[in-house]
Each structure stands twice: as C-alpha cells, then as structure tokens.
C-alpha cells in the first residue's frame, strides 16, 4: 500500500469549492506530520502553494492566495487541500508531500478539472 | 528573486551516465539544500534525494543508492546530479528544489528548478 493517495482525478465547477485529499498509509498517524502540497499545470515544474500540519504549524506560499488552504481530517487519516472560488485557471496537477523515514514521499496526484 | 536554472535536456544511451545542474540565485546557496526529484512521462513524482549547500552532507533514496551522487559548488551556487548506468526507466523530467540545509531542520522545499529531460534511448 503506498504512503500517500491521492484521487486520480477531481472535477469541480468555476466559482465551487474543491477537496483535494491525501490518505495517509494506516499505522502513519497524519497528526503528526507536515503536509506539503504543489501544483503542477502541463509543461510546467510543480509549484509550492502550502504546508499544513495544524492550526499553529501552517504556512502559505509566496504569492499563494488565501482561496488556497490546509487543514486534516483526523478519522480520515487524510490531509486536505482546499479551494474555494474556483477558477479556470485552478486546472492542474496537485501534488501532496511528507517526510516519512528519512525520505520525501509524494502521492500520486489528482487532476483537478475545473468545468 | 528566487530561481533555479537547470542544465539543458540530454540524450543518452544505456548504460551511460548524465550530469544535471542547477545554478542557485536570489538567496544564499549555503543557507538551504537541494533536493533532486524525477518525473517521467506521465507519471508522479520521485524524489531522489538530498545535499546540504551548508556542508555536503546528503540523503539518497534508497532505491537510487550506488548509482546517484550529489554535489555543489558554492563558488557558483550551483547543484549537481549525477546518474550512473542509466536505463530507459531513467527517462523523465529532473527538477531541482532548494530544500532545508539540515534535515533536522523544520521546512521543506519551495522553489523548484524548471526541469531538464533525460531521455535514455539506444
């Protein structure tokens, strides 16, 4: 089973909201870990939006609108990424991270189509 | 600002070995590390492992471990990746991303490089 998932794919709707989850592997608590996410659009390298790992231990990207958020979801095991007012350009690739026994792990990201 | 620039896209052969750069500028080199990641042809993400700009020391994966070697020059602020007896499976996108220094420090990479594609083809 592998550390992360993430949804293959995700559509939504101009001006909705998206959740964009990432599981964390049963026996890796998510409360205790940072959660990274990145963007990637076609062509282009991933781009650093946010890291969440509580209310206290969060920080934003450069630049990164505020419609962009973290938070977690504990009976889930399962960290979220969140978009509000979606919009066209939103269409892309989302990447989630963590450091997990000495190594960066990503999921396997989720093609957000916004429609 | 910020930017990591990437040594230009190359072909090789199997078996042959390729050398990535990565020139750091916008920010102290020796304050941050470098973290390698891999991307091949519609796949997700790999990272393949760590150097500290502070001091050398490095992080590989473990499935990379005798076949890749990372270094930096301080001089020019630059990043280098070496990959050893390459195979097609090699053949992806390599980005470059400034990392923490130390990996007992709390953060993790930000900015990335814009990619180079390797493309290992007899």
Known sequence: QAVLTQPSSLSASPGASASLTCTLRSGINVDSYRIYWYQQKPGSPPQYLLRYKSDSDKQQGSGVPSRFSGSKIPSANAGILFISGLQSEDEADYHCMIWHSSAWVFGGGTKLTVL | ?122
């Open chain 2, 1 to 122: 600002q910020v930017q990591l620039v990437q040594s230009g896209g190359e072909v090789k052969m199997p078996g042959a070995s390729v050398q990535v750069s990565c020139k750091a500028s916008g920010y102290t080199f020796t304050n941050y590390g470098i973290s390698w990641v891999r991307q091949a042809p519609g796949q997700g993400l790999e990272w393949m492992g760590w150097i500290s700009a502070d001091n050398g020391n490095t992080n590989y994966a473990q499935n990379l471990q005798g076949r890749v070697i990372m270094t930096t020059d301080t001089s020019t602020s630059t990043a280098y990746m070496e990959l050893r007896s390459l195979t097609s499976d090699d053949t992806a996108v390599y980005y470059c991303l400034r990392d923490v220094k130390s990996l007992t420090m709390s953060g993790g990479p930000d900015y990335w490089g814009q990619g180079a594609l390797v493309t290992v083809s007899s």
